[in-house]
């Protein structure tokens, strides 16, 4: 499986981002990949776009959707939708409860991301030309 970004690549741009995102950029990875399916551009011999503003936008996108599972609670991404934390829906201190819950809404937009690129990659894949246009037929 080709995973288009490093783990160095996810922490220049989230520095603050307290764990390993390995897991999630290769989730993000295929994400982006079928994302990119119908889009044409050269590759080297690994796979991946040797053209490097073409490389550069799936790192972008891979990185941005793998912050995005990080940001939505989900750090390993390989058991699918059916093992994704709950929420907090609420805490206390004293006696040290913890309550979690899950919204049919919120859980929906969660288990998207393990298929659907969020906004920012879906943009950063768009903005060099690699998911829209017209599907070319040979």
């Known amino acids: 499986m080709r995973v288009y970004a490093a783990t160095g690549d996810y922490i220049t741009v989230?520095?603050?981002d307290d764990y390993d995102p390995t897991l999630n950029l290769r989730a993000a990875s295929r994400v982006v990949a079928?994302?990119?399916r119908a889009a044409r551009y050269d590759v080297d011999s690994a796979g991946k776009p040797s053209d490097p503003t073409i490389l550069a936008a799936f790192t972008e996108a891979?990185?941005?959707?793998?912050?995005?599972l990080y940001s939505a609670g989900i750090t390993?991404?390989?058991?699918g939708a059916g093992t994704l934390p709950g929420?907090?829906?609420?805490?206390?201190i004293g006696s040290?409860?913890?309550t979690y819950t899950r919204s049919a809404d919120s859980e929906t937009a969660r288990a998207a991301l393990l298929d659907t690129l969020c906004a920012d990659a879906a943009w950063a894949l768009e903005s060099a030309?690699?998911?829209s246009g017209p599907v070319?037929?040979?």
């Open 87 to 92: 929420v907090v829906a609420s805490s206390s």
């Open 129 to 131: 030309g690699l998911t």
């Open 34 to 36: 079928r994302a990119t």
């Open 76 to 79: 390993d991404p390989t058991g």
């Open 136 to 138: 070319s037929t040979w």
């Open 96 to 98: 040290a409860s913890l």
């Open 62 to 68: 891979t990185v941005l959707h793998a912050h995005a």
């Open 14 to 16: 989230f520095p603050d």
